[in-house]
């Protein structure tokens, strides 16, 4: 059973920093892209960034230039640096790991696998 799991969300002002760290269990790390969406209240989810595996990175308009997202292999974890936080930034974020289609061949589903989210908490 694959588990991911995302922590270092915290209450920042704005202008403040954090990383959030996203850890994957299971042989798959390596392969496997990740990404990072969040949600606020009462929006709808929002794309972040992601990662594939082999580093290529994508970022979401409103997060581009200030969130950076990488990977370290050996330590199974992806991590979101956030810098130049605002308030709109508030909000659970999430990871998401997916499988490539040449193992789900073999395989079988589940393709992704999501963790339940951090809380990202940004005042003025």
């Known amino acids: 059973q694959v588990q991911v799991v995302e922590s270092g969300g915290g209450s920042v002002r704005t202008g403040g920093s954090l990383r959030l760290s996203c850890v994957a269990s299971?042989?798959?790390?390596?392969?496997?892209?990740f990404g990072w969406y969040r949600r606020g209240e009462g929006s709808q989810r929002e794309f972040v960034a992601d990662?594939?595996?082999?580093?290529?990175?994508n970022y979401g308009d409103s997060t581009k230039g200030r969130f950076t997202i990488s990977r370290e292999n050996g330590k199974n974890t992806v991590y979101l640096q956030m810098s130049s936080l605002e308030p709109e930034d508030t909000a659970v974020y999430y990871c998401?790991?997916?499988?490539?289609?040449?193992?789900?061949?073999?395989?079988?589903?589940?393709?992704?696998?999501w963790g339940q989210g951090t809380q990202v908490t940004v005042s003025a």
């Open positions: 998401k790991k997916e499988l490539p289609s040449w193992w789900t061949a073999v395989h079988g589903p589940p393709t992704e696998y």
């Open positions: 990662i594939s595996s082999a580093g290529n990175t």
């Open positions: 299971g042989n798959t790390f390596s392969f496997s892209s």
